[in-house]
């Protein structure tokens, strides 16, 4: 080749990567090694008060009146305990855009990082997309909204508008969340318990079942529940982690409903699977499956099975309180 062609086919093939470059960057490609931006505290707020707002004008619609505060006075919240009341509101907004569209929602996923504000963008976002099909099925329009995002909101006051989110939501549902609901949240935080017992004890990591009682209102499970939410926060403090530190104190737990008792299951779910995630070696939990109808009693028992789970798990930690850097070595 002469020279000059050379030169040509040089510049040619300079010209076409420099096109390619240009038409990179108009499409808005991203060079994978760089961060996307973090998702604030605030945007997910603004985007809670947009579900919020939908949650309620649908509830007008239907003459529905929904709840008008949360159920939990907590302190010390971070992104896991939001993150698994996303969960449940996910869950429960593609119950109800079914009840009224008949359509399929996708399987919620729940195997992202239990950590990261933007997995609970990706859920908010789906929970918006479900609302918004319910509107358009009826013809109600959005309401306008400020588009400015509030600033200086608080992990807290995020963790509470997600479980106002949760009750008024509830409100609206065909048919509310039953005790088989709550029975099969527990049963998950039964999973992971199990998961951490087979790495940092001994025997049987499954309890037998309390014997079985009775006449249980959703009350006496809550106050179960309670119950095992104080074992793990004294499990956390001898073990030197950080967990919510939940407010139950001169609150009656008379008037509280089986949407209520799932909400503070999800959370004691959410601090056992932070547990779960200090030991390195842990497995997953096994899946759960659907158990059909179940009352009060019945999820009674099984919080009773969670309960004996916890009181072994803390005379391990009493034993042992350096039992997490422990159970990272294979038994």
């Not at 509030?150 to 969340?177: C, H, M, Q, Y």
């Not at 959703?218 to 950080?242: F, N």
């Not at 099975?305 to 350096?322: C, F, G, K, T």
């Amino acid at each position: 080749m002469e020279p000059d062609d050379r030169a040509r086919h040089l510049l040619l093939l300079a010209a076409i990567l420099l096109c390619g470059f240009f038409r990179i960057a108009s499409t808005g490609t991203v060079n994978a090694d760089e961060p996307t931006p973090a998702v604030s505290v605030d945007h997910l707020y603004a985007r809670m008060v947009r579900v919020h707002s939908d949650l309620e004008t649908i509830a007008t619609f239907m003459g529905r009146t929904p709840h008008e505060s949360p159920a939990f006075v907590v302190r010390n919240v971070g992104p896991r305990e939001v993150y698994f009341q996303s969960l449940v509101l996910l869950r429960f907004t593609n119950r109800f855009a079914f009840d009224h569209t008949r359509k399929l929602c996708p399987p919620v996923d729940t195997s992202a990082e239990s950590d990261d504000y933007a997995e609970i963008d990706r859920l908010i976002g789906e929970t918006l997309q479900r609302l918004s099909s319910i509107r358009e099925l009826y013809g109600i329009a959005g309401a306008t909204l400020n588009s400015t995002e509030a600033s200086g909101v608080t992990p807290v006051e995020l963790f509470e508008s997600v479980v106002l989110a949760n009750r008024k939501l509830n409100a609206l549902l065909d048919v509310p969340i039953a005790p088989g609901d709550v029975f099969e949240q527990v049963t998950v935080g039964i999973g992971y318990t199990s998961r951490i017992l087979e790495q940092s004890a001994v025997g049987q990591v499954m309890p037998s079942p309390p014997n079985f009682e009775p006449n249980k209102k959703p009350a006496d499970v809550y106050a179960r529940l309670l119950g095992c939410l104080r074992t793990i926060q004294r499990i956390a403090e001898k073990s030197g982690l950080e967990i919510l530190e939940l407010d139950s104190s001169d609150r009656g737990f008379n008037n509280v409903q089986p949407g209520d008792v799932l909400n503070l299951a999800s959370l004691v779910v959410s601090e056992i699977a932070y547990l779960h995630s200090q030991l390195p070696n842990a497995l997953p939990p096994r899946e759960v499956y659907s158990t059909g109808r179940k009352f009060p009693a019945h999820v009674y028992q099984r919080v009773g099975i969670l309960e004996r789970q916890l009181q072994r798990l803390d005379e391990v930690v009493n034993a042992d309180p350096h039992w997490l850097s422990a159970g990272s070595s294979d038994k």
